[in-house]
């Protein structure tokens, strides 16, 4: 059993910056890969980014490549994704997903743990 627990969401004007953090606790040791997605209301869940735990390799979707940066501090099991010049459209939950087996980076049916999300509203 691995627990996630995201933190760091809130209000953002367009344009501004925020961090997110995913912490892991339990079995976080067997972790292959930790990665984020998002939900906007009314919106399938969708791939925003990865990062392997071993050896740092990063994965980003197309809508947030240059803006967003996946980082990892493997000695307090907790992932980050900073977020700068974001756009309205980057509104959602964003859910921290833990893979341990190795599946493809997006697919999100495929991640075994998931946290509770955090809401990031970007206003106009």
């Known amino acids: 059993q691995v627990d996630l627990v995201e933190s760091g969401g809130g209000l953002v004007q367009a344009g501004g910056s925020l961090r997110l953090s995913c912490a892991a606790s339990?079995?976080?040791?067997?972790?292959?890969?930790l990665a984020w997605f998002r939900q906007a209301t009314g919106k399938a869940r969708e791939f925003v980014a990865a990062i392997t735990w071993t050896d740092g390799t990063t994965y980003y979707a197309d809508s947030v490549k240059g803006r967003f940066t996946s980082s990892r501090d493997n000695a307090k099991n907790t992932v980050y994704l900073q977020m700068n010049s974001l756009k309205p459209e980057d509104t959602a939950v964003y859910y921290c997903?833990?893979?341990?087996?190795?599946?493809?980076?997006?697919?999100?049916?495929?991640?075994?743990?998931w946290g509770q999300g955090t809401q990031v509203t970007v206003s106009a």
């Open positions: 997903a833990s893979d341990h087996v190795g599946v493809h980076y997006s697919d999100y049916m495929g991640y075994q743990y």
């Open positions: 339990g079995h976080a040791f067997t972790t292959y890969r």
